[in-house]
């Protein structure tokens, strides 16, 4: 019972949050310095260029096969890419929430995540098109399967965890250094 009413304050809390920001997304206007690059890659990939040869880009492919693959569902605009970047943020707050969890109980985790969203820039950069959401979303799933390595000792967890690493740094290189 007690982890239910801490999921449900949880939603409310989230959504009385992401709400205001849901609109802003739909707006046309650049969050982030990299958010038009970004996009405009994945749409040019999507439309069959070649990533490194005829769209220069200094970053690793994954975000960029990804959202591409995304608007093949969606359409390529703003808006579709911003959720992409949400989902990503959700995955984040959940692995986040899930690690602290474990050593500390649900209780910490609860502030922990509640301390994360209110952190200096997190609503912004969790609906900005920028591919650090994703990487960092990645490397904290590795994180959380190798706590769940350590609890469970099933080495399928590790297997996991690389997986993940290995996602995060083909999103972006700076999570090397995490």
Known sequence: MKKKLIYSIFLIIFLILILPV???MKEGFEYGVDEGMDIEIASLYSQGYPLYTKIWNDQPP???LMLAHWF???SPSVFYARVFILIFSLILLWAFYKTIEIDWGSVAAFIGVIGLLFSAFYLHLSTSVMI????LSFAMLSIYFIKLYQQRKKHWFLIASAAFLAFSLLSKLFTAFL
């Open 22 to 24: 849901k609109d802003a």
């Open 62 to 64: 994954l975000v960029y």
């Open 72 to 74: 093949k569902f969606f």
């Open 132 to 135: 650090g959401t994703v990487a």
